[in-house]
């Protein structure tokens, strides 16, 4: 049975009709309003974004790399400052087509096929995002080239800026440290896009590295209309840069250059002071690497002639070099036993050897002194009457007075590397070997040996504080609001009497007289030190003790020295540490180097011309001898290395004072140290100190 048909009315449909108007009404005024909504956001809320946008395609913006603020010397003479520089560099992750653009490069810049390599090397090793150096030092022609071709050069990033700048070169490499490109993990840090503008450097080492906030300025940035396809249609208005600060060191950089020419040869290190206010004159650390190399990009060549340096050049030997102080110590020993009452009248008979117990410790003079006071004892740096002292007091008695002058203390200096020596007790002793002190740990640190360590910092700043009294802190930053140095709780008249010792070092038929210096009215008080760093067996006793002169290099003494002057009225302090010098050229030798360099602070043009006379029978001056250095090496390389391969820049360089050269001379000088401490078997003074009597 069919069912009833529906019959539809015509009310019905107008009201069907009517119904599907209305919601499809909605729905567009819906849609509408959606759309409205949308076109509002755009145009309101997103307008600066898309109008950022659309003047991106437009505009190129590009940082420029702030100009860094300058180091200058206490004089206002630039120490690190900035040159102009052309440069071209590649950014990797814009890299189109890189055959075709070298190729481009190639014949615009006419560089080299060697050059060509080292470029493929270094893209090849580089993180994307990392600028890789093409050219720099451009003159304006061969950079003009590059720049109105770059719409074929994509990746090419040409760079009107300045690079930084060492006028003295190696001889402030371990003051400055040195600037270089950020390091990928760096960036990635902090996603600056500074960190990856062609041309930009941070600080990497030393002050530039501990300063580089100060330092590192501001970007400008320049803006470019170009068309779609990157052509350029005209250059807009720029942001200017805004420099760094510039910072004042204490440091004289005449003093500064000419204290590391006349270190010579020498592996070592020496730190002159202001005795008065803790000023640091000069910081020097020998031999160096050229920090404007490590400023353009150290090659693999240079980092591994570096690294395998037996000298070490990559280490800050005035901070992180530590060294038995040798007889150095004996004028801060005279003045520990003045504070704990002993008279400076008070005699010892040396008679070249001392028994304590079943062992006999010798004097570095085998027939003896005879009967001494303490002024002739540090004149003559008799060791017997050291030991004989020691003996009687007890190190324990020494020890706080060491402290006191600067031996083992941590100074506020700009360096993150920095190793602070020891001065040991009984205490120190009991806690870190759990083991008693023995008199022949007393004996053996009275001489400045055994457990005994200084860096050369220290050896000037207690050189500066016996001269003046006055508890100096080394200052690298010039502060017309620092407050003066108070007076070190110890009796006046007791630097007196260890200032005429010392002066008699000097002038009085003591161990320097070759330090005498040759100026009217002004004398130089000082002590010399000669600090083992080998054990000496029995057989070799039996047979005779090798020369330093007999022994390999690393076998040799150190040589120390400590002054101030004028003896009479101290203002300036120095203290040096030549490594394994062995006293075998006299020329090269501590008095004669220290006389010279105290020179220049009261007679430059004599100083000066001291050097010239001697300089030539050394190999020249640091830049010659670095050259000949340099060539030397990479002949010796040419059979066995890829020259493009050793000409590739450095990326994975560490900063130099942080470098594993570094860290193997430290364990190994700490090795030395442990096995020299060790007093079982009588160590060093046993022996003697190895005074070397002018």
């Given at each position: 049975?069919?069912?009833?048909?529906?019959?539809?009315?015509?009310?019905?449909?107008?009201?069907?009709?009517?119904?599907?108007?209305?919601?499809?009404?909605?729905?567009?005024?819906?849609?509408?309003?959606?759309?409205?909504?949308?076109?509002?956001?755009?145009?309101?809320?997103?307008?600066?974004?898309?109008?950022?946008?659309?003047?991106?395609?437009?505009?190129?913006?590009?940082?420029?790399?702030?100009?860094?603020?300058?180091?200058?010397?206490?004089?206002?003479?630039?120490?690190?400052?900035?040159?102009?520089?052309?440069?071209?560099?590649?950014?990797?992750?814009?890299?189109?087509?890189?055959?075709?653009?070298?190729?481009?490069?190639?014949?615009?810049?006419?560089?080299?096929?060697?050059?060509?390599?080292?470029?493929?090397?270094?893209?090849?090793?580089?993180?994307?995002?990392?600028?890789v150096q093409v050219a720099d030092?451009?003159?304006?022609?061969?950079?003009?080239?590059?720049?109105?071709?770059?719409?074929?050069?994509?990746?090419?990033?040409?760079?009107?800026?300045?690079?930084?700048?060492?006028?003295?070169?190696?001889?402030?490499?371990?003051?400055?440290?040195?600037?270089?490109?950020?390091?990928?993990?760096?960036?990635?840090?902090?996603?600056?896009?500074?960190?990856?503008?062609?041309?930009?450097?941070?600080?990497?080492?030393?002050?530039?590295?501990?300063?580089?906030?100060?330092?590192?300025?501001?970007?400008?940035?320049?803006?470019?209309?170009?068309?779609?396809?990157?052509?350029?249609?005209?250059?807009?208005?720029?942001?200017?840069?805004?420099?760094?600060?510039?910072?004042?060191?204490?440091?004289?950089?005449?003093?500064?250059?000419?204290?590391?020419?006349?270190?010579?040869?020498?592996?070592?290190?020496?730190?002159?002071?202001?005795?008065?206010?803790?000023?640091?004159?000069?910081?020097?650390?020998?031999?160096?690497?050229?920090?404007?190399?490590?400023?353009?990009?150290?090659?693999?060549?240079?980092?591994?002639?570096?690294?395998?340096?037996?000298?070490?050049?990559?280490?800050?030997?005035?901070?992180?070099?530590?060294?038995?102080?040798?007889?150095?110590?004996?004028?801060?020993?005279?003045?520990?036993?003045?504070?704990?009452?002993?008279?400076?009248?008070?005699?010892?008979?040396?008679?070249?050897?001392?028994?304590?117990?079943?062992?006999?410790?010798?004097?570095?003079?085998?027939?003896?002194?005879?009967?001494?006071?303490?002024?002739?004892?540090?004149?003559?740096?008799?060791?017997?009457?050291?030991?004989?002292?020691?003996?009687?007091?007890?190190?324990?008695?020494?020890?706080?007075?060491?402290?006191?002058?600067?031996?083992?203390?941590?100074?506020?200096?700009?360096?993150?590397?920095?190793?602070?020596?020891t001065v040991p007790d009984s205490?120190?002793?009991?806690?870190?070997?759990?083991?008693?002190?023995?008199?022949?740990?007393?004996?053996?640190?009275?001489?400045?040996?055994?457990?005994?360590?200084?860096?050369?910092?220290?050896?000037?700043?207690?050189?500066?504080?016996?001269?003046?009294?006055?508890?100096?802190?080394?200052?690298?930053?010039?502060?017309?609001?620092?407050?003066?140095?108070?007076?070190?709780?110890?009796?006046?008249?007791?630097?007196?009497?260890?200032?005429?010792?010392?002066?008699?070092?000097?002038?009085?038929?003591?161990?320097?007289?070759?330090?005498?210096?040759?100026?009217?009215?002004?004398?130089?008080?000082?002590?010399?030190?000669?600090?083992?760093?080998?054990?000496?067996?029995?057989?070799?006793?039996?047979?005779?003790?090798?020369?330093?002169?007999?022994?390999?290099?690393?076998?040799?003494?150190?040589a120390l020295f400590i002054a101030?002057?004028?003896?009479?009225?101290?203002?300036?302090?120095?203290?040096?540490?030549?490594?394994?010098?062995?006293?075998?050229?006299?020329?090269?030798?501590?008095?004669?180097?220290?006389?010279?360099?105290?020179?220049?602070?009261?007679?430059?043009?004599?100083?000066?011309?001291?050097?010239?006379?001697?300089?030539?029978?050394?190999?020249?001056?640091?830049?010659?001898?670095?050259?000949?250095?340099?060539?030397?090496?990479?002949?010796?390389?040419?059979?066995?290395?890829?020259?493009?391969?050793?000409?590739?820049?450095?990326?994975?360089?560490?900063?130099?004072?942080?470098?594993?050269?570094?860290?193997?001379?430290?364990?190994?000088?700490?090795?030395?140290?442990?096995?020299?401490?060790?007093?079982?078997?009588?160590?060093?003074?046993?022996?003697?100190?190895?005074?070397?009597?002018?």
């Amino acid at each position: 049975m069919n069912p009833p048909s529906r019959i539809v009315t015509e009310a019905h449909q107008t009201f069907s009709f009517n119904r599907r108007t209305v919601a499809l009404g909605i729905g567009q005024i819906g849609v509408g309003v959606v759309l409205g909504a949308r076109m509002g956001w755009l145009s309101i809320a997103e307008n600066a974004r898309y109008n950022m946008l659309a003047e991106s395609n437009r505009v190129n913006l590009t940082l420029i790399p702030p100009r860094r603020g300058w180091l200058i010397d206490r004089n206002g003479a630039p120490i690190a400052n900035n040159r102009t520089d052309f440069r071209v560099d590649i950014i990797p992750d814009r890299l189109d087509d890189k055959d075709r653009v070298l190729g481009l490069l190639q014949n615009i810049l006419a560089l080299p096929p060697e050059e060509m390599e080292r470029i493929r090397l270094d893209l090849k090793h580089a993180a994307g995002f990392q600028p890789v150096q093409v050219a720099d030092d451009l003159d304006w022609e061969r950079f003009a080239a590059v720049s109105v071709r770059l719409p074929e050069l994509p990746g090419v990033a040409p760079t009107r800026g300045y690079s930084r700048n060492y006028p003295a070169g190696a001889a402030v490499a371990h003051l400055t440290g040195y600037v270089g490109a950020a390091s990928a993990e760096q960036y990635r840090a902090t996603k600056d896009a500074l960190l990856v503008t062609p041309g930009f450097k941070i600080g990497k080492d030393g002050i530039e590295k501990q300063l580089d906030a100060r330092l590192r300025g501001s970007p400008g940035a320049k803006r470019v209309e170009v068309t779609a396809h990157g052509r350029l249609v005209r250059e807009l208005a720029q942001r200017p840069d805004a420099p760094g600060q510039t910072v004042r060191l204490t440091i004289d950089a005449g003093l500064q250059e000419y204290a590391a020419r006349r270190l010579g040869t020498n592996s070592g290190s020496c730190v002159v002071m202001d005795c008065l206010t803790g000023e640091v004159l000069a910081f020097v650390s020998m031999p160096a690497y050229d920090p404007n190399s490590f400023s353009d990009g150290i090659s693999h060549f240079e980092w591994e002639m570096l690294s395998k340096n037996d000298h070490v050049p990559l280490m800050n030997k005035a901070l992180q070099g530590l060294y038995p102080p040798g007889s150095t110590v004996k004028p801060m020993n005279a003045l520990a036993l003045l504070h704990a009452g002993v008279s400076p009248n008070d005699r010892v008979v040396c008679s070249g050897a001392l028994r304590v117990g079943s062992g006999v410790f010798h004097c570095h003079k085998r027939r003896g002194h005879g009967a001494i006071d303490m002024h002739t004892a540090v004149a003559q740096s008799c060791d017997i009457y050291f030991y004989e002292m020691s003996r009687r007091l007890g190190y324990d008695r020494f020890a706080p007075t060491l402290r006191m002058l600067g031996m083992g203390q941590k100074f506020d200096l700009p360096f993150a590397s920095q190793r602070y020596g020891t001065v040991p007790d009984s205490a120190w002793k009991l806690k870190k070997y759990k083991e008693s002190w023995t008199v022949a740990d007393s004996l053996n640190a009275s001489i400045g040996q055994g457990y005994v360590l200084a860096n050369p910092m220290q050896l000037a700043v207690a050189a500066a504080r016996l001269g003046s009294g006055l508890e100096v802190h080394p200052r690298l930053f010039v502060d017309p609001k620092a407050p003066p140095p108070r007076a070190m709780p110890i009796d006046p008249d007791h630097f007196k009497t260890i200032h005429a010792a010392m002066h008699a070092v000097v002038n009085g038929g003591g161990t320097a007289g070759a330090a005498r210096l040759n100026l009217p009215g002004i004398e130089l008080a000082a002590k010399t030190g000669t600090a083992q760093v080998r054990r000496i067996t029995m057989a070799e006793r039996a047979h005779g003790v090798l020369s330093n002169g007999q022994l390999p290099f690393k076998l040799r003494d150190h040589a120390l020295f400590i002054a101030f002057a004028p003896a009479d009225k101290p203002r300036y302090a120095l203290g040096m540490v030549l490594e394994h010098n062995g006293h075998v050229n006299r020329v090269l030798d501590t008095p004669l180097t220290a006389r010279d360099i105290m020179t220049w602070l009261f007679d430059r043009q004599r100083a000066e011309a001291s050097l010239a006379e001697i300089e030539a029978s050394w190999g020249g001056d640091i830049k010659t001898r670095m050259a000949a250095e340099a060539s030397a090496y990479r002949a010796a390389l040419a059979a066995q290395a890829n020259p493009a391969q050793q000409q590739a820049t450095e990326l994975d360089a560490d900063a130099a004072t942080e470098s594993e050269a570094v860290d193997a001379a430290s364990e190994a000088s700490n090795a030395t140290a442990a096995a020299l401490g060790n007093s079982a078997s009588g160590g060093v003074a046993a022996e003697g100190s190895r005074e070397q009597p002018d």
